[in-house]
């Protein structure tokens, strides 16, 4: 079992940053890929980012490379996404993810979630 518990959204301006953290307890947190994904109002849930186990590799939506960075600090359980650069089209409830069996795109690959932290981009 693990337990993810997103914190760090909120309503930012258009051009502002938000750094969004997921702690994780239950198993082991660095044998675990972690994901974050979003889903606006009316709108599919989408892959944003995600990072292997060791943190060695990641990957990002087209829509957020460049601007987003995922990244995990294995000692304290916690993956994060630095959100640079935000525009209105961000806007969503993110969600973080855990993956027991590598570090997927697609929302099917992960095993457990977060309840999700809401993020607002005002223009």
């Known amino acids: 079992q693990v337990q993810l518990v997103e914190s760090g959204g909120g309503m930012v301006q258009a051009g502002g940053s938000l750094r969004l953290s997921c702690a994780a307890s239950?198993?082991?947190?660095?044998?675990?890929?972690m994901g974050w994904f979003r889903q606006a109002p009316r709108k599919e849930r989408e892959f944003v980012a995600a990072i292997s186990w060791s943190g060695g590799s990641t990957y990002y939506a087209d829509s957020v490379k460049g601007r987003f960075t995922i990244s995990r600090d294995n000692a304290k359980n916690t993956v994060y996404l630095q959100m640079n650069s935000l525009k209105p089209e961000d806007t969503a409830v993110y969600y973080c993810?855990?993956?027991?069996?590598?570090?997927?795109?697609?929302?099917?690959?992960?095993?457990?979630w977060g309840q999700g932290t809401p993020v607002t981009v005002s223009s």
């Open positions: 239950g198993r082991t947190f660095s044998s675990y890929g």
């Open positions: 993810a855990a993956d027991l069996t590598g570090a997927g795109t697609h929302s099917y690959e992960y095993d457990y």
